[in-house]
């Protein structure tokens, strides 16, 4: 039986700081190692419409859609995805659900917090007023955390909860902004499991075509100018 078409949304162009780490990327990434064909639909930037927002709340993206189903929210897309596949297997589901859960409200707030207080250093227009030493320190000290946490899990362990799966999409796109920015120096199980999921072919393929997306939306934007 052919699956029903699947399209995945995500932004018709932004600027070069965020690309790579876009969350329309760990829905590729998803769609790859599952095998899933998709087409990229976008949606404005700026400003946000109304089209959009009927789609996700919050004008956000990613969002998909997959057949007659409209999804939100990048861990529930990742999930839909995964249903059927080794990405959640049967007696693994409650463990990888747990863990996808973990990635995205335990671990990700941190590191985003943390982001956002390296990005508005240099970009205070978009994230706000550089946060002072003390909350910086905060932040950080919150962040090694949960990367602690992680690293002494990690240290005798592939994946996550044993095979690859869905979990480690999240947990590993979770971490990706951090290893970017030099906050998994020190933690080389982390630094290891992040290396391990990024040479994988899906996470290459998908990496490319995200990447080929922003230079497409960039000549579309000079050749309109
Ligand atoms: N919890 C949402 C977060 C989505 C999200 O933050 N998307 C970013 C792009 S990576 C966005 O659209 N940011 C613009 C905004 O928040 O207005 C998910 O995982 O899908």
Redesign the pocket.
Known sequence: MNSPELTVYT?DWLPEF?RG???DFRVRWAAEEVGRPYHIATVPSHPRSDAHRAMQP?????MITDGDLTL????AIVLHLAEGSPLLPAAKRSEVTQWVIAA?NSVEPRIGSWMTAQLAKSMPQIFGPPAPAELEAHLMTGMQGRLSALEGLMADREWITDDFSAADILLVDVLRPAQNEGALEGFPALTAYVERATARPAFQRAMKDHMAHWAAADAARQSSN
Request: glycine share 6%.
């Open positions: 932004y965020p780490f876009v969350r919050f004008a956000q993206v990613p939100f929210e990048s861990g995205l």
